[in-house]
C-alpha cells in the first residue's frame, strides 16, 4: 500500500471551473501535509501547506481530515495558469527513527482549457 | 525563482564516465536532499543531509555518491551509470530535517542522460 494515494487524473477543466483534488495517506503519525505544483520540465513548489482547520490563500482551499487521513485541495475560478500537476506530499516520522520525511503522491495532472 | 541552485541543467555522460551534479543554497537550510525523478513520477528520495553529516540513504547503488563538503553545497558524484539511471535529479533544503515539519524547497533539477 502506497504512503500517499491521489487521483491521478487527468483533469480537464474550462477557465472559471471549480476543481477539487482528493489525496488519503496511510500513517496516522503524519505529522505535516503539503500541496506542491510542479510544471512541465520544472521543479516542484510549494503551492501550500495544509492545516487541521483548513486553510486558504485567494482561489485555493486546503482541508485536511485527519480522522479519516484524507486531503484535499479545492481551485476555485480555474485559470490557464493553473495548469499544472498537483503534489499531495505528506510528512512522517519513520517509526524507530526520530527523523522525519516527505511521501509524495504520484500527482494529479489539471489541464484548464479556454 | 528557486533560492536552490543546481549546476549543470543538462548533463550527456557516457557509461563509463565520471561527473557530478552540485548544488547550493545560501539560506541557512541545514538539511539537504537529493531526490530522482522520472517521467509522470513523483519524485523519489535518494538521500538525506542533516547538519552535513548523513542522515538518511535509501539504499541508493554505490554508483551514486553524495557529498557534503559544508553547510551550503552538496554534490553527488556519478560513475558507471545506467542509461535507466536517466532522470530528473532535484536537490531540496529545508531549515531543519522535517521532523518537525519544514517547508523543502527544490532546485529546477539537473537533467540527466546517460548513453
Known amino acids: 500500500r502506497k504512503e500517499v494515494e491521489q487521483d491521478p487524473g487527468p483533469f480537464n477543466v474550462p477557465e472559471g471551473a471549480t476543481v477539487a483534488f482528493n489525496c488519503t495517506y496511510s500513517n496516522s503519525a503524519s505529522q505535516s501535509f503539503f500541496w506542491y505544483r510542479q510544471d512541465c520540465r520544472k521543479e516542484p513548489k510549494l503551492l501550500m501547506s495544509v492545516y487541521s482547520s483548513g486553510n486558504e490563500d485567494g482561489r485555493f482551499t486546503a482541508q485536511l481530515n485527519r480522522a479519516s487521513q484524507y486531503i484535499s485541495l479545492l481551485i476555485r475560478d480555474s485559470k490557464l495558469s493553473d495548469s499544472a500537476t498537483y503534489l499531495c506530499?505528506?510528512?512522517?516520522?519513520?517509526?524507530?527513527?526520530?527523523?522525519?520525511?516527505?511521501?509524495f503522491g504520484r500527482g494529479t495532472q489539471l489541464t484548464v482549457w479556454p | 525563482d528557486t533560492e536552490v541552485t543546481q549546476t549543470p541543467k543538462h548533463l550527456v555522460m557516457g557509461m563509463t564516465n565520471k561527473k557530478s551534479l552540485k548544488c547550493e543554497q545560501h539560506m541557512g537550510h541545514r538539511a539537504m536532499y537529493w531526490y530522482k525523478q522520472k517521467a509522470k513520477k513523483p519524485p523519489e528520495l535518494m538521500f538525506v543531509y542533516s547538519y552535513e553529516k548523513l542522515s538518511i540513504n535509501e539504499s541508493v547503488p554505490s554508483r551514486f555518491s553524495p557529498e557534503c563538503p559544508n553547510s551550503s553545497l552538496l554534490n553527488l558524484h556519478l560513475h558507471a551509470l545506467q542509461p535507466e539511471d536517466s532522470a530528473l535529479y532535484l536537490c531540496a533544503s529545508s531549515l531543519g530535517q522535517v521532523v518537525t515539519g519544514n517547508t523543502i524547497y527544490f532546485g529546477e533539477g539537473s537533467w540527466l542522460t546517460v548513453v
Open positions: 506530499v505528506v510528512n512522517q516520522v519513520d517509526r524507530g527513527s526520530t527523523l522525519g520525511r516527505l511521501y
